[in-house]
């Protein structure tokens, strides 16, 4: 079957309210449309809430692909308008982690990821479900949901990965293991954990957490930092970043099309860096949601 090729129009919607998309916009329009990519139009949405609107519009009036700039929460929030639709979803990497960029192999720098959609090819991936909610990467429970829905924006913002890292101590601090219950459709499994993640992608945070499951894979995969030390969730964090033998040894994965979760107490949930849900959830694969750009 022969690929379509990657569409020469499209609708630029930049979060301007991200850590590089107010200082980036202009830059990413006048670049795009030197690299080939005819803009029909080109939107900085400052206020976060009217990003989803702003796509919304942009597929009804039959934009081939929409260009969205941001961090990871800004993507997620983007997909849910263009699953059914025949709209490419391209990426500019905005944002803190950039995590579902990262998972796509796209460049990190503006130059390298316009040069990817103007060069690239189309690929379709899967999308997360949690209950009737898309997500794009990946969504965790426990001490990143916390970080999260405290972070002071301003810290995130002008110091990146290091006020984040910073903000994530503190929490950390404070923070207490919980019960977690996963029902695979078999049998319950109930254990204590101090973070629980579920991708679709590979990364979270920034860091590549799980080698064991793609944006195409056809199912989701649930990881629970296991057991009430919270030195363990550290020393995950450090075994995985810095890639050690021993990175896979104080977790424990789930893997299926869909898989029920709960928690004692109750959670929220950080859905690709937003708290958007709390526990309990279903968690799904939509299969081939959505076709996106990637490198060629």
């Known amino acids: 079957m022969t690929t379509k090729p990657v569409p020469r129009e499209a609708v630029l919607i930049v979060n301007a309210h991200s850590r590089k998309g107010a200082a980036l916009f202009e830059q990413a329009r006048e670049k795009l449309g030197a690299s080939g990519i005819t803009l029909m ?15 919304r519009q ?19 929030c983007a997909v849910d308008d263009l699953v059914g639709t025949d709209c490419v979803f391209a990426v500019l990497p905005l944002g803190t982690a950039n995590s579902f960029a ?21 690929r379709r991936i899967d999308l997360g ?67 629980v993640r579920i991708f679709n992608g590979r990364f979270h945070g920034g860091v590549e957490l799980t080698e064991n499951t793609d944006v195409d894979s056809g199912d989701i995969v649930v990881q629970a930092v296991t057991g009430r030390n919270r030195m363990r ?15 896979e040894a104080n977790t424990q994965d ?7 979760l709960d928690t004692r107490p ?4 950080s859905i690709d860096g937003e708290p958007l849900a709390r526990t309990p959830v279903t968690v799904s694969v939509a299969e081939r949601a959505i076709e996106v750009v990637v490198p060629a």
């Open 102 to 122: 990262r998972t796509l192999g796209l460049p990190l720098d503006l130059d390298g990821a316009i040069d990817a959609i103007a060069t690239g090819r189309r």
């Open 41 to 55: 139009a080109a939107h900085a949405v400052r206020d976060p809430e009217k990003l989803n609107d702003t796509v």
């Open 58 to 76: 942009a597929v009804r009036d039959g934009a081939p692909m929409v260009i969205v700039g941001g961090g990871d929460g800004s993507l997620s």
């Open 254 to 260: 789930f893997r299926g099309k869909s898989l029920r």
């Open 129 to 195: 479900l949690i209950d009737k909610d898309y997500f794009v990467n990946a969504a965790a429970l426990g001490l990143s949901p916390m970080i999260g829905d405290s972070v002071p924006h301003n810290l995130k913002k002008y110091l990146g990965r290091v006020g984040y890292l910073m903000w994530a101590v503190w929490c950390f601090v404070r923070f207490r293991p919980f019960r977690l219950i996963v029902d695979d459709g078999i049998q319950e499994h109930r254990m204590w954990a101090t973070e």
């Open 233 to 247: 969730l550290a020393w995950d964090w450090y075994a995985k970043f810095f890639k050690l033998r021993s990175r």
């Open 266 to 269: 109750h959670h929220h949930i």
